[in-house]
């Protein structure tokens, strides 16, 4: 027991110190969830030997991951499913997993390397759709075409592998585990329904429960703890991956709430994200061999190319189908790849299953969780960076510096400066975009006008000033990805001012050199 609580100390201490280190880095480049996962591999019994983990911290570390998937499930609207870019999505992923389990096939018989193939495949396919919501949401992209996207396709590339786990990774038969499946959504739509009546009755209990919200009762929380913990035990008794039963909990929570309850919502993530979350990263931290990581150097870059092109690529391409092109921008479509190659809760227990099983080594299983922790480092990262290149129209750039070399370092600040005021519009709330809609296209209207009149009798720094002095009053008023389009109309409009700018400078130039000699 003493070595319980202590720990649970050093756990707790390493998820009270993350957002902390995580607010000290940079432009907070690296994820809480990234050093909760090191600090965990760290300080685990591989190497410092601070963490045990028995089945006292495994509970907790279980509910922290059923916790996880509460809220993925909970974020999934039923339209992201059967709507046209959610069936998209899950013929995206099928094509994803006859990619994957082909390439692991082919891989086994020509290596001759001794692999579970349909684990290794399972997990090439996944998307931690309830890790990167936290991030989606602190960068304002939920409700966006991005967001929407990435819910959509998501959704798929976590439902299906915990469904594949269920029916491929397990010892039982077939055709008892789609029996088992059956039953276990039976449940799921019962406890759905019975929540519905209830609500939808506005009957005495349900006005009860509401009211109680708000006292020592905590009834809102109860209830819902109760029907995570319900589901979770029912997919233990199935003998089912809690995942399955975590994730139903959220869906049927969406059901009966399906406008939402702010007041639930935050509750439950101070309960979640509060404590047994972080708690679940540290320990799947701890499962991370370094010494096994760092001797297989070449599975962990090949695991991470290989979801980048089975996972990544297909989703792309779907995307790019040209109605879904019209609608969404180059680096929208990129992000979106990327966001949903991001992968680990669901690495974490298919190894676990893999090693139970004794068809995967933890060798293995341990780099196979160590790329897992690497995508979700890399990928949101790697998403951001595209966004900000896009935003600063790259092309665009090196053909007005073929244009005016000479002038090289304005452009590259102008870019520079795009690309910063872009980011800041994508911090505006939907509201906000609407409200300043139309003070945009007045700013724009006069603009255009006034740097016409101005490039016809004003000097070039008076021009370059005005400029400045709309870039200012831009960035205050242009458009997140709700309004993209429109955004990239203003962003082409200040280009041509620049350019004009520069082309009269250059003419000026070369017009007093005779002057000047």
């Known amino acids: 027991m003493t070595i319980d609580f202590i720990s649970l100390t050093v756990i707790v201490a390493i998820a009270a110190f993350a957002p902390i280190i995580t607010r000290l880095v940079p432009k907070q480049a690296i994820p809480e969830i990234v ?60 094509v994803s997993f006859g990619i994957a389990y082909g390439a692991m096939l082919l891989l086994a018989l020509v290596t001759h390397m001794t692999f579970d193939v349909l684990a290794v495949a399972i997990a090439l396919v996944t998307t931690a759709l309830g890790t990167i919501l936290p991030i989606l949401q602190e960068r304002h992209l939920m409700g966006t075409p991005v967001g929407d996207a990435v819910l959509s396709y998501g959704t798929w590339g976590e439902l299906c592998p915990v469904i594949a786990m269920a029916l491929l990774l397990t010892t039982r038969a077939t055709w008892l585990t789609i029996i088992i499946l059956i039953a276990f ?15 939808t009755a506005g009957g005495k209990i349900y006005g009860w429960f509401t009211e109680s919200a708000q006292t020592t009762s905590q009834s809102f929380v109860r209830l819902t703890v109760l029907l995570l913990v319900l589901l979770t035990a029912v997919s233990a008794i199935f003998d089912l991956d809690i995942v399955l039963g975590a994730f139903a909990a959220g869906f049927v929570l969406r059901v009966i709430l399906p406008e939402g309850n702010d007041v639930l919502e935050e509750k439950l993530q101070g309960i979640g994200y509060g404590f047994f979350i972080p708690v679940f990263f540290v320990v799947s931290g701890t499962s991370i061999n370094m010494q096994a990581v760092f001797t297989e150097p070449l599975i962990l870059v090949g695991f991470i190319v290989l979801l980048l092109f ?11 189908i040209p109605r879904t092109k019209q609608t969404m921008s180059l680096n929208g479509r990129l992000s979106v790849s990327l966001y949903c190659t991001t992968a680990l809760p669901l690495i974490v227990a298919v190894t676990s299953v893999a090693v139970d099983a004794g ?92 740097i016409e009149r101005a490039l016809a009798h004003e000097s070039p720094e008076t021009v370059r000033r005005y400029i400045d002095e709309m870039y200012r009053e831009l960035s205050e008023t242009v458009p ?38």
């Open 35 to 94: 050093i909760l996962l090191f600090a965990g591999a760290f300080l685990g019994p591989y190497l410092a030997g601070c963490i045990q983990v028995d089945d006292a911290i495994k509970l907790i570390s279980d509910l922290g991951l059923a916790f996880l998937f509460l809220f993925a499930g909970f974020e999934i609207s039923p339209s992201n499913l059967t709507n046209k870019q959610g069936r998209r999505g899950f013929l995206t992923w099928v």
């Open 310 to 320: 089975i996972r990544g690529l297909p989703i792309f391409i779907a995307l790019s």
């Open 359 to 450: 068809t995967m080594t933890q060798e293995i299983a341990s780099v196979l969780i160590f790329a897992g922790a690497v995508t979700v480092l890399m990928m949101p990262l790697l998403a951001s960076i595209t966004y900000r290149v896009a935003d600063m129209h790259p092309v665009v750039a090196v053909k007005e510096i073929t244009r005016n070399p000479h002038n090289y370092l304005y452009t590259l600040s102008d870019r520079r400066q795009m690309g910063k005021i872009m980011n800041e519009a994508r911090q505006m709330s939907a509201d906000e975009i609407m409200d300043k809609k139309a003070r945009m296209v007045e700013i724009h209207n006069a603009a255009v006008d006034h």
């Open 185 to 199: 959504v039976l449940i799921a739509v019962v406890v759905a329904l019975l929540g519905t009546r209830v609500r």
């Open 480 to 517: 997140d990805a709700y309004h993209e389009k429109l955004a990239h109309e203003m962003t082409s409009w200040y280009l041509e001012a620049v350019a004009r700018y520069n082309a009269q400078k250059n003419q000026e130039t070369r017009s007093s050199a005779p002057r000047n000699a």
